[in-house]
């Protein structure tokens, strides 16, 4: 089946740096999507993208569809406490308007 | 309600009982889904209604799992005859339409835990 591999898989980083993670899937998406999930809770969208080479930026978070429709970034400028948390890609395949197929989760940590 | 609600927040059943998970989704939400999150991973879609209609079931793990949303609102998610590999958590979320530009919320989620 469809699978999205996201990397990094942890992340340990000091206040103030910029962060950077990808995803990549084995097949063409319309639609990707990036969520931040903190403990106890469900996830929450952050960025939603619509089209190839979209760039959508929400506060201090930028997000790009890819070009080849198989891949996409989030980065996060100027990290604070309250990034901490688990981040998933997802993603919708074409002509799967219904089913969102989640990446595997980064976790941000961030060193006193 | 201001968004997706799920109940109980924690289950513990005992190896072979019945669980049913209940789901109120967003007033006037017209899609919702289920997704199973194992412990360190992602969420994986179960499966998803529109109105009363169970559209798409195909990431249901076995025939142990049943859905439904007989009036088109709340909806139950039911586990028989539980087992240890069914421990993950649960998520509903909901939509107001379907088609690729519609936003799912999520609600917090049941934790199962079968001993």
């Known amino acids: 089946g469809q699978q999205l591999n996201q990397s990094p898989q942890s992340m340990f980083i000091q206040e103030g740096e910029d962060v950077s993670m990808n995803c990549t899937s084995s097949?063409?998406?319309?639609?990707w999507l990036w969520y931040k999930q903190d403990p106890g809770e469900g996830p929450v969208l952050l960025i939603a993208l619509y089209k190839a080479g979209e760039l959508t930026s929400n506060g201090r978070l930028t997000a790009q569809f890819g070009i080849t429709r198989k891949d996409s970034f989030l980065n996060i400028s100027a990290s604070i406490p309250s990034d901490v948390g688990i981040y998933f890609c997802a993603g919708r395949a074409m002509n799967r308007d219904d089913k969102i197929i989640f990446g595997k989760g980064t976790r941000l940590h961030i060193l006193p | 309600g201001a968004g997706v609600s799920q109940s109980p927040r924690y289950k513990v059943a005992k190896r072979g009982q019945d669980v049913a998970l209940r789901c109120d989704p967003i007033?006037?939400?017209?899609?919702l889904f289920w997704y199973q999150q194992a412990l360190g991973q992602g969420p994986e879609f179960l499966t998803y209604f529109q109105n009363e209609a169970q559209l798409d079931k195909s990431g249901l793990p076995s025939d142990r799992f049943f859905a439904e949303r007989p009036e088109g609102s709340v909806s139950t998610l039911k586990i028989q005859r539980t087992q240890q590999e069914d421990s993950a958590v649960y998520l509903c979320?909901?939509?107001?339409?379907?088609?690729?530009?519609?936003?799912?919320?999520f609600g917090a989620g049941t934790r199962l835990s079968v001993l």
């Open positions: 979320a909901s939509s107001d339409g379907g088609g690729a530009g519609n936003i799912q919320y």
């Open positions: 097949s063409i998406f319309n639609t």
């Open positions: 007033s006037g939400h017209v899609s």
